[in-house]
């Protein structure tokens, strides 16, 4: 059914539940768009409003993100970019790796981001004398009942702070691998489900090495992210000053949203469109870090997976049902530059990962053209003529 009035031209498409607005002006018709009752309005040139809300939701994904990082402020002061990188992996139900030195908040950003969801908060402080069984759990033997059960180890939380992980072995440390990639651990031959959501936040400190054991690539790639927080300005540090005084704020941070939202929100970030324009373009930046002389191992199919995820993810916290190549540039950094390994002459030269992805994301071209998603009656109209 077409409608057209005012220059403008609208229609329903009942098979896409949606309603196209096609030229402005659209104001005049606003009373006749809510008699047709669709569940959302969202008017735009060349945009779809669907009947099943598609625009609530990635308002709703908007504001889901701003109450957690703005909860999330009241104790980590000034690291914004840094708590969108943290929601951004707790949407793609990804794990990061927090890389910075003593003292700058990773473990309170942690015990803040348990706290804003209620979730279940355990920490590991990793060392050199911790055993597997430690991290995943054991079975003991019950005398009364004459047989094995399980006693889970911290492993089994929601929010899990793997805290100083470069200093466990390589033993514990492999007993996350299958914890943070399949969610489920595996004693005695019986294998547990962990609960949902669940995230892994690591923290290692870059500049001490001693009596430590560096993570190996396969341990490095099962992180989503990689996030530095930095030191505060001197303005941000006299805030932290000045909140503390009487009481730490995490004292007093309240839940902002509940698991079964969190889980929701999960579910809808793979709702974003992500174009075949914007995948070719990941798989350049990625196809680019295998082909580097500056790099002895580029990075897996898996950062690709990663890179995609995370733009979703991203894309939907600025209000967007799609994915953006400004989106895969702000996130090429933190998902790329882990999983890459340097090589030894430009090691010699003193480049860093970071600044080899740097490098790689400005030399490549960005793909021109349209990201959004096209109606399906507008692309049987394109395929008719």
């Known amino acids: 059914m077409s409608v057209t009035g005012q220059a403008t031209e ?9 309603i196209l607005v096609r030229t402005p002006p659209w104001r005049g018709v606003l009373h006749l768009l809510m008699a047709m009752n669709p569940r959302t309005i969202r008017a735009a040139i060349g945009t779809t409003i669907t009947q099943y809300g598609k625009g609530t939701v990635m308002s709703d ?73 430690d991290v995943t759990g054991v079975s003991i033997y019950n005398q009364q009942t004459r047989d094995f059960e399980f006693r889970s180890g911290p492993i089994f939380g929601q929010i899990v702070l793997a805290d100083e992980v470069n200093r466990a072995t390589p033993k514990t440390q492999a007993s996350l691998l ?31 090495y001693e ?33 503390q005084q009487l009481r730490h704020p995490i004292e007093a941070l309240k839940s902002v949203v509940k698991v079964k939202e969190l889980l929701s929100a999960i579910d809808s970030i793979r ?42 993810a991203r894309a939907a916290l600025l209000g967007r049902d799609h994915v953006l190549p400004d989106d895969i540039k702000a996130l090429a950094i933190p998902v790329l530059g882990h999983r890459i390994i340097v090589s030894p002459a430009a090691r010699l030269r003193e480049l860093s990962a970071d600044r080899i992805v740097q490098e790689i ?15 399906s009656s507008e692309k049987a109209k394109g395929k008719a003529k």
Do not use: W
């Not at 793909?367 to 959004?372: I, K, L, R, V």
């Open 361 to 375: 994301v400005y030399n490549a071209p960005v793909p021109g053209g349209d990201y959004q998603a096209v109606a």
């Open 211 to 243: 009596g430590t054991f560096p993570l190996p690539e396969a341990q490095l790639d099962r992180f989503l992210l990689r996030v530095r927080m930095g030191y505060p300005s001197a303005s941000e540090e006299a805030k932290i000053l000045d909140g």
């Open 271 to 312: 709702q974003v469109y992500v174009s075949p324009l914007v995948q070719k373009y990941i798989i350049d930046l990625v196809g680019r870090t295998r082909q580097s002389t500056d790099v002895y191992l580029g990075a897996s199919p898996r950062g690709s997976i990663s890179l995609f995820r995370a733009g979703q």
């Open 10 to 18: 609208i229609t329903l498409d009942k098979r896409q539940g949606g």
């Open 61 to 133: 994904l908007k504001s889901f993100g701003e109450n957690i990082i703005g909860n999330l402020e009241q104790v980590i002061v000034g690291k914004s970019q840094s708590l969108e990188l943290v929601v951004i992996g707790l949407l793609c139900q990804g794990h990061v790796l927090i890389e910075d030195v003593p003292g700058v908040g990773k473990t309170m950003l942690a015990r803040s981001l348990a706290k804003s969801l209620d979730c279940e908060f355990n920490r590991i402080q990793f060392t050199p004398d911790m055993l597997p069984s």
């Open 178 to 208: 299958e914890a943070m990639e399949e969610r489920q651990v595996t004693v005695d031959g019986v294998t547990h489900p962990l609960p949902k959501p669940f995230m892994v936040l690591a923290t290692q400190n870059p500049i001490e």
